[in-house]
Nanobody
Framework: QVQLAESGGGLVQAGGSLSLSCAASGSTFSFIAMGWYRQVSGKLRELVATITNDGTINYADSVKGRFTISRDNTKNTVYLKMNSLKPEDTGVYYC?????????????WGQGTQVTVSS
C-alpha cells in the first residue's frame, strides 16, 4: 500500500514561482523513481520531471531551465520548484512513484494539485 500526499500549488501570476511537495508513505522501499506529471482538461497527462533512486533526472523540454526536481530519500519526499511560470504551465500536477518490477512495476499517483498561472 502506497500513499502520495501532495501539497503546494495555487494561483500565481506569470513570471512567478511555486513549489510543490509530495510525501510518500507505505511501501516506499519498492520505488525506483518519483516524479511529477501534469494534465490539462481534455489532454493527456504529460511528464514534467522525474528523478530516480540514483539521482538521474529527466525534464520535459518545456520546463528545462525553469523547474527543478529534488528528492529527500530520508523523508520519502519529492519536490518541484517552479520558476518563471507561464500560463501554459497551468494544470493539475500529479505526484508519481514507480515501483521496481520485482515489486510489480506499479505506478502510484497522488490526488493532484491545481496550478494556475495567470497572464
Amino acid at each position: 500500500q502506497v500513499q502520495l500526499a501532495e501539497s503546494g500549488g495555487g494561483l500565481v501570476q506569470a513570471g512567478g514561482s511555486l513549489s510543490l511537495s509530495c510525501a510518500a508513505s507505505g511501501s516506499t522501499f519498492s520505488f525506483i523513481a518519483m516524479g511529477w506529471y501534469r494534465q490539462v482538461s481534455g489532454k493527456l497527462r504529460e511528464l514534467v520531471a522525474t528523478i530516480t533512486n540514483d539521482g538521474t533526472i529527466n525534464y520535459a523540454d518545456s520546463v528545462k531551465g525553469r523547474f527543478t526536481i529534488s528528492r529527500d530519500n530520508t523523508k520519502n519526499t519529492v519536490y518541484l520548484k517552479m520558476n518563471s511560470l507561464k500560463p501554459e504551465d497551468t494544470g493539475v500536477y500529479y505526484c508519481n512513484a514507480e515501483s521496481d518490477r520485482y515489486y510489480g512495476g506499479f505506478d502510484y499517483w497522488g490526488q493532484g494539485t491545481q496550478v494556475t498561472v495567470s497572464s
